[in-house]
């Protein structure tokens, strides 16, 4: 087609750069220097170096630099720019401060884009000291940092898990002319959710929804948020910012796909991560080792270990290569459900697979001893660690701690709290909220107010669950005073009581036997919208019931019947109680058609108090009706059971009733006790004629006889043997 202009190679160069491979590049570069026209240029070794940075080839880069000089082609600002962001995209960051001080000594000054480009290298390895320290020779060099070097910075705060640091440097970028961009918004957010500011990161959002910056949302800026709600357990919100992200026409790509998995994984949502899962195929993207691990957690969270397994045979099957989270996983799959064998051999598989497990797989591990009460595997899997060579940090001691503790073994949890001292490993707020729960719940006490002392010197935060338990000991032992003093220590830090707070604080108000300071409290829950529960309203039940008003139990049952509150076993008893106390029997009958649906699940000491309450009012076929009605649901009947029917039939005097109730004990294999033959004996003799009494004594007889020549299955089995015999002898066909 004719020779080639000279003036022709930069524009097909740039051109095959920009759109084309590299493969295909890299020929035509070659075919270029092959051509007897050709000049070396350093715009197309520019382009060249800057090609290979993007595809990280690093040492082809730095041999296109070499090469150019022996084209007697000398580097310009540009080709040392592209070279150190080449170094800087392999996390080369101490090439790249090399290369910027080459450059010094060759008498090139820097431009901005390198010392952006040299900052970049330093915050992309977290060494966010020294990119500080680029930026402050950039200021001495009169360059001035621009939009791109305070988002390089921020990011380097970000990597360097420096995020209280990147918030402080946001505040001081407010102060110049430079205003923030979409990209320095979306580090301020991340960095917000790592603090566990939501609310500040939910403000910058909807400012830059409502349009009230110039910066708006992307695809990261709602995938940070996906995974804000997702921390927070909000699972419904973080749907709701998905489809958001939709309806503003962003397409989501596999990060946000994999945030909204999380989610549901984290909730347990298994079919919805599965939905996810399935979308992410549908639009074209392919799964990666987030997204089947992700689904795999789902699965162990749901209770479903099997479920989990085989999408870790998925990831392998797909031709991917599990990691260590997936691995966790797994174990916490199998863990958390009780399967503690499948866990351990989940942790030898992993170290098979080449994959050395770390502090969390030994944390999983312990966590799933405690919740299967296997204290001798404890032992096994802390001494598995050290041999390991595993160093257990704050988190694992924690873990051991309380799995300890939820065994019973509260020595064992206090040496290796004395062990942490030893070597010097901090204490958190974690490892008190585990001792002083778990002694709490070993009825120590002492203990774990002192614990709770211990805490307050370290000036540790007092978690809702450390005041809860405290407050708990406090009234085990008796210490009214003692205990409104620390709920009102909670309220004056800033910790406000829920609803488990305000639980203990009325069991401590019903131990002593203070029934007003009790409904103050619960008057205060009302109006502080604590949302009450079943456990709290048993506990003030109990105040009013041991302080003589139970007209304001029957009051509160109306009051939770309105709220939809569930009656429980133990609010079933106090308000049986409370009706036996009142002699309010009608109340006590309207009372059955709440206790019908819960009858399998009331103890059988409430439902015979129940059934006590109506022989006593009189409401005898009432009383039968209930009986009846426990006999259908398969709830517990027992001797006591029996034994408060036949008082109450024996008071009535319905003797035929009375004879029947005895039969259905004998049928229901419950004998009866000579005291309620005696007691059916005295009454025909008392209280009915005489041809009454010859009836009632006939059945007393039959029924007596029955009871003691029962049929043993021995007795059975002999004379069986013996028809056999016979049937043998005899020759006769069965």
């Given at each position: 087609?004719?020779?080639?202009?000279?003036?022709?190679?930069?524009?097909?160069?740039?051109?095959?750069?920009?759109?084309?491979?590299i493969?295909?590049c890299?020929?035509?570069?070659?075919?270029?220097?092959?051509?007897?026209?050709?000049?070396?240029?350093?715009?197309?070794?520019?382009?060249?170096?800057?090609?290979?940075?993007?595809?990280?080839r690093?040492?082809?880069?730095?041999?296109?630099?070499?090469?150019?000089?022996?084209?007697?082609?000398?580097?310009?600002?540009?080709?040392?720019?592209?070279?150190?962001?080449?170094?800087?995209?392999?996390?080369?960051?101490r090439?790249?401060?090399?290369?910027?001080?080459?450059?010094?000594?060759?008498?090139?000054?820097?431009?901005r884009?390198?010392?952006?480009?040299?900052?970049n290298?330093?915050?992309?390895?977290?060494?966010?000291?020294?990119?500080?320290?680029?930026?402050?020779?950039m200021?001495?060099?009169?360059?001035?940092?621009?939009?791109?070097?305070?988002n390089?910075?921020?990011?380097?705060?970000?990597?360097?898990?420096?995020?209280s640091?990147?918030?402080?440097?946001?505040?001081l970028?407010?102060?110049?002319?430079?205003?923030?961009?979409?990209?320095?918004?979306?580090?301020?957010?991340?960095?917000?959710?790592?603090?566990?500011?939501?609310?500040?990161?939910?403000?910058?959002f909807?400012?830059m929804?409502?349009?009230?910056?110039?910066?708006?949302?992307d695809?990261?800026?709602?995938?940070?948020?996906?995974?804000?709600?997702?921390?927070?357990?909000?699972?419904?919100?973080?749907?709701?910012?998905?489809?958001?992200?939709?309806?503003?026409?962003?397409?989501?790509?596999?990060?946000?796909?994999n945030?909204?998995?999380?989610?549901?994984?984290?909730?347990?949502?298994?079919?919805?991560?599965?939905?996810?899962?399935?979308?992410?195929?549908?639009?074209?993207?392919?799964?990666?080792?987030?997204?089947?691990?992700?689904?795999?957690?789902?699965?162990?969270r749901?209770q479903?270990?099997q479920?989990?397994?085989?999408?870790f045979?998925?990831?392998?099957?797909?031709?991917l290569?599990?990691?260590?989270?997936s691995?966790?996983?797994?174990?916490?799959?199998?863990?958390?459900?009780?399967l503690?064998?499948?866990?351990?051999?989940?942790?030898?598989?992993?170290?098979?697979?080449?994959?050395?497990?770390?502090?969390?797989?030994?944390?999983?591990?312990?966590?799933?001893?405690?919740?299967?009460?296997?204290?001798?595997?404890?032992?096994?899997?802390?001494?598995?660690?050290?041999?390991?060579?595993?160093?257990?940090?704050?988190?694992?001691y924690?873990?051991?701690?309380g799995?300890?503790?939820?065994?019973?073994?509260?020595?064992?949890?206090?040496?290796?709290?004395?062990?942490?001292?030893?070597?010097?490993?901090?204490?958190?707020?974690?490892?008190?909220?585990?001792?002083?729960?778990?002694?709490?719940?070993?009825?120590?006490?002492?203990?774990?107010?002192?614990?709770?002392?211990?805490?307050?010197?370290?000036?540790?935060?007092?978690?809702?669950?450390?005041?809860?338990s405290?407050?708990?000991?406090?009234?085990?032992q008796?210490?009214?005073?003692?205990?409104?003093?620390?709920?009102?220590?909670?309220?004056?830090?800033?910790?406000y009581?829920?609803?488990?707070?305000?639980?203990?604080?009325?069991?401590?108000?019903?131990a002593?036997?203070?029934?007003?300071?009790?409904?103050?409290?619960?008057?205060e829950?009302?109006?502080?919208?604590?949302k009450?529960?079943?456990?709290?309203?048993?506990?003030?039940?109990?105040?009013?019931n041991?302080?003589?008003?139970?007209?304001?139990?029957?009051?509160?049952?109306?009051?939770?019947?309105e709220?939809?509150?569930p009656?429980?076993?133990?609010?079933?008893?106090?308000?049986?109680?409370?009706?036996?106390?009142?002699?309010?029997?009608?109340?006590?009958v309207?009372?059955?058609?709440?206790?019908?649906?819960?009858?399998?699940?009331?103890?059988?000491?409430?439902?015979?108090?129940?059934?006590?309450?109506l022989g006593?009012?009189?409401?005898?076929e009432?009383?039968?009706?209930?009986?009846?009605?426990?006999?259908?649901?398969?709830?517990?009947?027992?001797?006591?059971?029996?034994?408060?029917?036949?008082?109450?039939?024996?008071?009535?005097?319905?003797?035929?009733?009375y004879?029947e109730?005895?039969?259905?004990?004998?049928?229901?294999?419950?004998?009866?006790?000579?005291?309620?033959y005696?007691?059916?004996?005295?009454?025909?003799?008392?209280?009915?004629?005489?041809?009454?009494?010859?009836?009632?004594?006939?059945?007393?007889?039959?029924?007596?006889?029955?009871?003691?020549?029962?049929?043993?299955?021995?007795?059975?089995?002999?004379?069986?043997?013996?028809?056999?015999?016979?049937?043998?002898?005899?020759?006769?066909?069965?």
């Open positions: 087609m004719g020779r080639f202009a000279r003036k022709n190679f930069p524009f097909l160069i740039r051109e095959l750069t920009q759109i084309g491979s493969e295909h890299n020929l035509v570069f070659r075919w270029m220097k092959n051509q007897k026209n050709y000049c070396a240029r350093n715009d197309i070794y520019n382009m060249m170096i800057r090609l290979q940075a993007r595809h990280h690093i040492d082809q880069a730095r041999g296109l630099f070499f090469e150019m000089q022996e084209w007697r082609c000398k580097p310009d600002v540009e080709t040392y720019n592209a070279l150190i962001n080449a170094h800087g995209r392999a996390g080369q960051w090439w790249a401060m090399n290369i910027m001080e080459d450059m010094l000594r060759a008498a090139i000054p820097p431009s884009s390198t010392f952006n480009n040299l900052i290298a330093c915050g992309s390895s977290g060494n966010w000291k020294e990119a500080l320290n680029v930026c402050k020779k200021t001495d060099n009169g360059v001035g940092p621009d939009l791109v070097t305070h390089i910075i921020l990011s380097a705060f970000k990597s360097g898990a420096q995020y640091k990147a918030l402080s440097y946001f505040e970028m407010k102060g110049t002319r430079i205003r923030p961009d979409t990209t320095t918004l979306n580090i301020v957010i991340h960095c917000l959710v790592k603090l566990q500011q939501y609310d500040k990161a939910i403000d910058i909807d400012s929804r409502e349009k009230r910056s110039d910066c708006h949302p695809v990261v800026t709602f995938t940070s948020i996906i995974h804000l709600y997702s921390v927070c357990g909000q699972v419904e919100n973080s749907e709701a910012a998905f489809n958001m992200m939709l309806a503003e026409g962003l397409k989501p790509n596999i990060v946000s796909y945030a909204l998995i999380g989610a549901y994984a984290a909730c347990g949502m298994d079919n919805e991560a599965l939905l996810v899962f399935n979308e992410i195929k549908q639009n074209g993207f392919r799964p990666d080792i987030v997204s089947y691990t992700s689904l795999l957690n789902a699965y162990g749901s479903k270990p479920k989990a397994r085989e999408v045979e998925m990831i392998k099957r797909n031709k290569k599990p990691n260590l989270v691995y966790n996983a797994l174990i916490d799959a199998y863990g958390s459900n009780g503690l064998a499948d866990a351990i051999g989940i942790l030898r598989e992993m170290e098979q697979d080449g994959i050395q497990p770390n502090v969390v797989s030994i944390c999983t591990l312990l966590a799933a001893c405690g919740r299967c009460s296997q204290k001798v595997k404890i032992d096994t899997v802390l001494s598995a660690a050290g041999m390991r060579g595993i160093k257990l940090n704050t988190v694992a924690n873990s051991a701690i799995s300890y503790m939820n065994v019973g073994e509260y020595d064992k949890a206090i040496g290796l709290y004395k062990s942490m001292r030893k070597k010097k490993i901090n204490f958190d707020s974690v490892t008190y909220t585990v001792l002083i729960s778990g002694c709490c719940k070993m009825s120590k006490y002492g203990e774990a107010i002192s614990f709770m002392e211990e805490m307050m010197q370290l000036k540790l935060p007092l978690s809702k669950e450390v005041y809860s405290v407050i708990c000991a406090y009234s085990k008796g210490q009214i005073i003692e205990a409104e003093s620390t709920f009102n220590l909670m309220k004056s830090s800033g910790c009581p829920d609803v488990v707070t305000y639980t203990a604080m009325l069991d401590a108000y019903n002593a036997e203070k029934w007003e300071k009790a409904y103050a409290l619960f008057e829950m009302e109006a502080n919208n604590i009450l529960d079943t456990i709290a309203c048993s506990a003030l039940m109990r105040a009013f041991k302080g003589g008003q139970p007209g304001r139990v029957i009051g509160l049952a109306e009051s939770m019947r709220k939809e509150i009656f429980s076993d133990t609010i079933f008893f106090e308000m049986v109680s409370s009706c036996s106390l009142l002699h309010d029997w009608r109340t006590a309207d009372m059955i058609k709440y206790i019908e649906p819960s009858l399998p699940v009331i103890s059988s000491g409430c439902l015979n108090m129940f059934l006590n309450s006593k009012s009189g409401k005898i009432t009383m039968l009706k209930v009986f009846f009605k426990m006999l259908a649901s398969g709830a517990n009947v027992n001797f006591n059971t029996y034994s408060i029917l036949l008082n109450n039939l024996l008071s009535s005097g319905n003797w035929r009733k004879l109730v005895l039969q259905w004990m004998e049928d229901a294999g419950i004998h009866p006790s000579n005291d309620m005696h007691d059916i004996s005295s009454f025909s003799q008392k209280c009915c004629g005489a041809e009454n009494a010859a009836v009632i004594k006939e059945r007393l007889v039959r029924l007596h006889r029955r009871s003691l020549c029962p049929i043993s299955p021995p007795c059975v089995w002999r004379i069986l043997m013996e028809l056999k015999t016979r049937i043998l002898e005899n020759s006769v066909s069965l």
